[in-house]
């Protein structure tokens, strides 16, 4: 049934009234614009007003009120003067004595006005939604072209979907592999404490996350006080109370990388399927920029060189020996492991500063890949200590070669191209598969024991342990 509001003290109300009766209305009368008295819930469909109530002191704050409420302001002359207060406002027809029809005809013309602009003003809405949207997921795409550091990209891309879906929190658990945990990767927003709980840990199907990565379905829940799956501990870990929550898995290729959520609005209003539909686009980004992140992972642990010296790093070293020493079983062949350590390097460091000790340093790499086989390895173990893999080489060749690298560094004259003399001695520490050791381990730890025996006595010498 449509309401009207009639405004006005003539006996016309009553003829109105009679008019829309037929069009299944119900008529209200004020005698004046500053009588009507409604509540929100009973807003009219169509308003009726005398045009002697524009003189009202209340006229603006009366348009105002009514502004998207269709309007029929009844004239007593045909020249309508007077009227441009009321043609102003929009949604108003006048009209000098309307008949029925006329009346009809007005009501259905402002009443397709009124749905016309209803209709282009959601849409407006809904293009400035997509504009906004559009805008962020372009500025996601160059973030993720920009960075390679995970917690850098999550953070650029949900500081902007918090705005966009106005949510006070949000947090990204990635799934343990070996555990089928949910650890807690990160964690930010407002009034969340994301240090208290980091690394924190969601047992399989604990909690809302824990049930969302089970079952791999996204959920909504309005109100979490309500929900048995709800866990408050990390709540309690955060000093943080969640009220509603939006939990999504992440997915890549079938497989669940983790769970996205997003955590109570600013407002005190629970999250809406429009909500959750725009996480879910968000959560394809998330997927791509984890991916990313794992296979830099990856590859950075590929990385066997040193950034310093060049040579082989000891990620490098341990796959080598493990080879080696299946080559040398294979085989039936030793294989010899040189431990170096430069003297008194710290002096250099103390004495001459950083870049003149990391320079001699690669100067001392440079020395040991002339002085050795194409066949042989060289790593650099950490700090001025070297390894040198001597593959096929029993430990009486090994301790030459050793002697040999020793005599050429302790006749070198270091950096003289940088306008420097450095004369510098190295202690060096051998030991032998099967000979002396009968494992990887052993045989770094005894190479790394002789080298020592040598650094605590005379320096610039060569033990082996065979």
Known sequence: M???????????????????VGKNA??????????????????????????AQSKEPLFREFLRRFSEIPKIVLSDRRSFAGLSPWL????????????????????????????LLTENSTLKHRLTGMKRELDFFEDVSKTLTSSL??????????????????AEAWSLLLLDEETGDLVFEKTAGKKRSSKKISKERLRPGEGIAGWVAQEQIPVVVPDVSKDPRFSCRMDKEADFRTRSIICVPIRNKGTVLGVLEVVNKTTDDPFTKEDLDFVLRIVDHAAIAIERSALYQKMAELSVT????????????????????????????????????????????????????????????????????????????GGDEFVIVLPQTAPKSAIQIAERIRKTIEHNVFLKRDGYSFRMTASFGIASYPESARSKEELLKLADEAMYRVKNQTRNGVYAIV
């Open 306 to 381: 040193d950034d310093l010296t060049k040579l082989f790093n000891s990620r490098y070293l341990n796959r080598t020996l493990e080879l080696e020493i299946t080559r040398a079983n294979r085989h039936h062949t030793s294989l010899s492991l040189i431990f170096m350590d430069v003297d008194h390097f710290k002096l250099i460091n103390d004495n001459y500063g950083h870049l003149i000790g990391s320079k001699l340093l690669v100067e001392m790499g440079q020395i040991l890949l002339r002085s050795l086989r194409t066949v042989d390895i060289v790593a650099r173990y």
């Open 26 to 51: 119900a008529v209200l009368r004020f005698r004046s614009i500053n009588t009507i008295r409604y509540r929100n819930a009973d807003s009219p469909d169509l308003i009726v007003i005398e045009r």
């Open 2 to 20: 449509n309401k009207i509001f009639y405004v006005g003290s003539s006996g016309l109300g009553k003829d109105i009234e009679g008019l829309f």
């Open 149 to 166: 550091e995970l917690n850098d990209i999550l953070s650029s891309i949900m500081r902007k979907a918090r705005h966009l879906i106005k």
């Open 88 to 115: 102003k406002a929009g949604l108003t027809t006048p009209l000098f004595a309307p008949t029925p029809e006329e009346l009809d005809f007005a009501f259905n013309k402002l009443m397709s006005e009124k749905k």
